[in-house]
């Protein structure tokens, strides 16, 4: 399969093939280099939340406005909590979580809108990145995924919320995005039980593969793929990259690798409107 998610410049990576199909929209995936962030933050940091100095990230975040073209006024981010709740973004969230963390949108992982010159941001350093794009409807969306999002599917739980707009399954373009891979990610007995829970006991052992007793290697990008076809999200339309934030250490931070000191990545998604098409 073709990777998805192809390298920009030093501070990002894009869905082309979306962006292609729809010039107005934006998508994105920072690394980890290219900003001005110092020591375990290294350099292109964009999580407010991790120690860095604000100075810093909101530097690094000028940065990346400026080389997609769309300004940081127009930005909105939350405060990303492992769960489920899901939030459809207008113009009044606009700035939120951009430059304090205080602002934030409350608890939340995953978020959506059909509004244009809105750019939709979430954080990850492992946990997998989701983007979901209806063309028809000009809907889109992000969730973060970690191994709790996963197992309380926010994935499916996001077409759901679009299929009560109106959206057939069918009609969704979903991504996954770079995320740890299961060969960096070892889990125990307590969260494989909890992904068994949620995947049909035919596809269940296609996820994970046993290392040593109680130990396992669990493909979280793959158990997110199968929850969205249950979804109702055609095969062909699920794309997912093949990045691991782990071993591609000189491209992404990894909350694992790096032992818990760490910056952030951002995934990002936009459209451009007339008067932000630059």
Request: hydrophobic residues 35%; proline residues 4%; glycine residues 10%.
């Amino acid at each position: 399969m073709r990777e998805p998610f192809i390298q920009q410049s030093e501070q990002y990576l894009s869905i082309p093939g979306w962006e292609v199909a729809n010039s107005k929209l934006v998508t994105g995936f920072t690394t980890k280099t290219g900003g001005v962030s110092k020591g375990p933050f290294t350099s292109f940091n964009m999580g407010l939340h991790v120690f860095d100095q604000d100075e810093a990230v909101r530097e690094n975040k000028e940065i990346l406005a400026r080389s997609i073209h769309f300004p940081l006024s127009n930005w909105v981010g939350c405060d990303q909590v492992h769960d489920a709740q899901i939030e459809k973004i207008n113009e009044s969230s606009i700035g939120r979580g951009v430059t304090s963390y205080d602002t934030a949108v409350p608890k939340t992982d995953g978020i959506y809108t059909d509004k244009e010159d809105i750019l939709l941001t979430l954080c990850f350093a492992d946990c997998v990145p989701l983007y979901f794009h209806s063309p028809k409807h000009s809907l889109i969306g992000l969730a973060h995924a970690g191994w709790k999002g996963t197992v309380q599917d926010i994935g499916g739980k996001m077409v759901q919320r679009w299929m009560e707009e109106g959206v057939s399954p069918n009609e969704i373009q979903a991504a996954i995005g770079p995320s740890i891979s299961s060969n960096a990610y070892i889990v125990d007995d307590y969260v494989l039980g909890q992904v068994k829970g949620i995947l049909p006991k035919e596809i269940f052992p296609t996820v994970y593969k046993e290392t040593s007793q109680g130990q396992y290697s669990l493909d979280l990008k793959l158990v997110n793929l199968e929850l969205l076809l249950l979804a109702g999200v055609p095969r062909e339309n699920i794309s997912c990259s093949s990045y691991c934030t782990s071993t591609h250490d000189k491209l992404f931070f990894s909350h694992r690798r790096d032992n818990g000191k760490t910056g952030r990545m951002m995934s990002f998604i936009g459209m451009k409107g007339v008067q932000n098409n630059g």
